[in-house]
């Protein structure tokens, strides 16, 4: 395995470490935003990396979070790949936080690191 594979894996897992099993009982919008963009930096990590080792890397110069998905997709004709439909839906709250000043239901996000890592 390549070392940027490797130490990209390694930084997703540090980051989903930190967020995967929150120890509050009832979150706020701003504990559950923290934690939506941090899983949703770790999944884009850890999608860069499977991307790079399978040398599916978007053809791009500036890759997202779902940019990933379909030149994975096409070493495999007919299957998905795994998460993406759940990895769309973070995307999208996670534009919401960033850019509109949307948060989402923190009951319904606030296990978002223990769905990354799954």
Not at 44 to 72: G, R, S, T, V, W
Request: proline letters at 7%; hydrophobic letters at 45%; glycine letters at 4%.
């Amino acid at each position: 395995m390549d070392q940027a594979v490797l130490e990209r894996l390694l930084l997703s897992r540090a980051l989903l470490d930190g967020i995967r099993f929150p120890s509050v009982a009832d979150p706020d919008r701003l504990f559950v935003a923290k934690q939506i963009i941090t899983a949703h930096d770790a999944a884009e990590l850890a999608l860069a990396a499977i991307a790079q080792h399978l040398n599916a890397l978007p053809a791009k110069d500036k890759c997202y979070l779902m940019d990933y998905f379909e030149p994975m997709r096409e070493l495999y004709p007919g299957e998905d790949v795994p998460g993406r439909s759940y990895f769309s839906q973070l995307n999208r709250v996670r534009v919401d936080i960033k850019h509109l000043g949307i948060f989402p239901d923190p009951k319904q996000w606030v296990r978002t690191g223990e769905r990354v890592w799954e």
